[in-house]
């Protein structure tokens, strides 16, 4: 999960523990507290997700993930949900292009762009 935030999926889901293993991208300072706030919850978690500390205006996602537990030879489901609005685009750029060397041949990405005259809201970015 790209900027995964305070995503919870890995903690709830015991259901999935043995089929599915979680691995949150984002800033490393947003990591710090949600560790902090998981550990002040005091509950036992389903499980942990992977935390990859990334700046996708400065790091390398795929750099990343070769620094965790991420096997690139599984299949992997990429999501990037109510994110695109806080980098750069030269930072959503450059890490979808990362996104891109771990990708199976024949996926694609189109690249985001602000339309004339419109907000960074309204910036869309598609991988297929
Ligand atoms: C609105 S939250 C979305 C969280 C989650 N995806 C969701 O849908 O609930 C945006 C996330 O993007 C992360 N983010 C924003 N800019 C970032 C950057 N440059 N590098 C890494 N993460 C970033 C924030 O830390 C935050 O966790």
């Known amino acids: 999960m790209l900027g995964a935030g305070f995503d919870t999926l890995a903690l709830r889901r015991a259901d999935l523990v043995d089929r ?10 947003v ?5 902090e706030r998981i ?14 500390p990334v700046d ?9 993930l070769a620094a965790s537990a991420f096997d ?26 990362s996104l891109l060397e771990l990708a199976a041949p024949g996926v694609g990405a189109r690249r985001p762009r602000r339309p004339r005259g419109k907000s960074r809201q309204s910036m869309s970015a598609r991988v297929w």
């Open 20 to 29: 599915l293993r979680v691995f949150g991208l984002d800033h490393p300072d």
């Open 31 to 35: 990591q710090q507290l949600k560790r």
């Open 39 to 52: 550990d002040a919850a005091g509950a036992t978690p389903a499980s942990l997700p992977g935390f990859v």
């Open 56 to 64: 996708f205006e400065v790091s390398n996602l795929a750099d990343g």
């Open 72 to 97: 690139p030879r599984r299949r992997a489901l990429f999501s990037w949900l109510n994110t695109l609005p806080y980098p750069t685009p030269d930072g959503v750029a450059s890490t979808l292009d």
